[in-house]
């Protein structure tokens, strides 16, 4: 009887993994064929007629950005169990192919804890939070530069309403974070204090390292994405560019995605940004998928094999 039921729970998480994979490609798939601005067709048939030489540059960026993650995540868990590149590879590529059409990417919190033993899943969710927020920190920092840069050049203009409306919606969100400081969050035990004081005993050469592979990783999938649009005959100077680049990231990150709705949301985004510049449409649609296959479905391509053969510690 216990034989059967083991081998039931085996049968099922192969069934489990079977249906994460077919969702996220499925996701991949619906999201490529259904681009409003960029059809699949008109797509091959414009890179087709581009030089072939700088896509090892765009693959060398791709591979550097996810490097980079790898490194974060190896370091971080390491704090728990000593991980080679080789394990943080695969348990960073894995979670990403799980994630990949799930709200937010929420999946990858679950994906990743999987890899460990149960008593410390609850740590492990913590540290890919911290390097999730160290990444949301780096994208906020830059993002309210390239913000004041495109006020001052009035490239984008703000009223003073929503100024202050932003300004209102930070301090709420201090003030609740304050009054639910004790409250338990999504885990039993864990609390905004126990949190806080989780982070307070990491390192601080762990924390250093931490941020300087979010600032790293930031600047390298920044340097993907304004390269692909100079592939593209985007007309953009560096100076130009970047702080639209990181409004773009900034926007991106604070918008929240439900599945499919983020392919319009988010894409809509950059063809806002750079149509106050004179960029045409269809070279940011152009711009922005080849960047999505590079940063989110090659990962996933190379994480999908992980997914099915782990076993649960």
Not at 3 to 17: D, H, P, R, T, V
Not at 49 to 56: A, E, G, L, Y
Not at 283 to 297: D, I, K, P, R
Request: proline share 4%; hydrophobic share 55%.
């Amino acid at each position: 009887m216990v034989a059967l039921s083991n081998k039931s729970k085996q049968y099922g998480l192969i069934a489990l993994k079977v249906l994460i994979i077919c969702l996220a490609f499925a996701y991949i798939y619906v999201r490529f064929s259904r681009n409003e601005s960029l059809s699949p067709r008109e797509f091959v048939e414009i890179l087709s007629n581009k030089p072939w030489w700088p896509i090892p540059l765009f693959f060398a960026l791709a591979t550097l950005n996810w490097i980079v993650e790898i490194l974060k995540w190896q370091h971080l868990a390491s704090s728990l169990d000593r991980l080679s590149f080789g394990q943080a590879a695969k348990q960073s590529l894995a979670s990403h192919t799980v994630s990949l059409a799930t709200p937010n990417r929420i999946g990858e919190y679950g994906a990743k804890a999987f890899f460990f033993e149960k008593k410390k899943r609850k740590r492990v969710l913590l540290l890919n939070l911290y390097a999730n927020l160290n990444q949301m920190l780096v994208t906020l920092a830059f993002g309210i530069v390239g913000l004041i840069i495109l006020i001052q050049r009035k490239t984008l203009s703000l009223s003073l309403t929503k100024i202050l409306l932003l300004l209102g919606i930070t301090v709420i969100m201090v003030i609740l974070g304050y009054a639910f400081k004790e409250r338990e969050l999504v885990l039993k035990g864990l609390t905004f204090s126990n949190v806080s004081r989780y982070y307070k005993g990491l390192s601080t050469s762990l924390k250093v390292k931490v941020f300087i592979f979010s600032i790293i990783r930031y600047l390298t999938f920044s340097t993907l994405f304004y390269v692909l649009l100079k592939y593209f005959n985007a007309p953009l100077e560096l100076t130009t560019a970047y702080p639209l680049l990181f409004v773009m990231y900034l926007f991106v990150s604070v918008i929240p995605s439900f599945l499919l709705v983020d392919v319009i949301i988010r894409g809509g985004v950059a063809l806002w940004l750079f149509a106050h510049v004179g960029v045409n449409e269809i070279t940011v649609a152009c711009a922005v998928m080849t960047s999505w296959l590079l940063n989110f479905v090659f990962p996933a391509l190379c994480g999908s094999p992980y997914v099915i053969t782990q076993k649960a510690p």
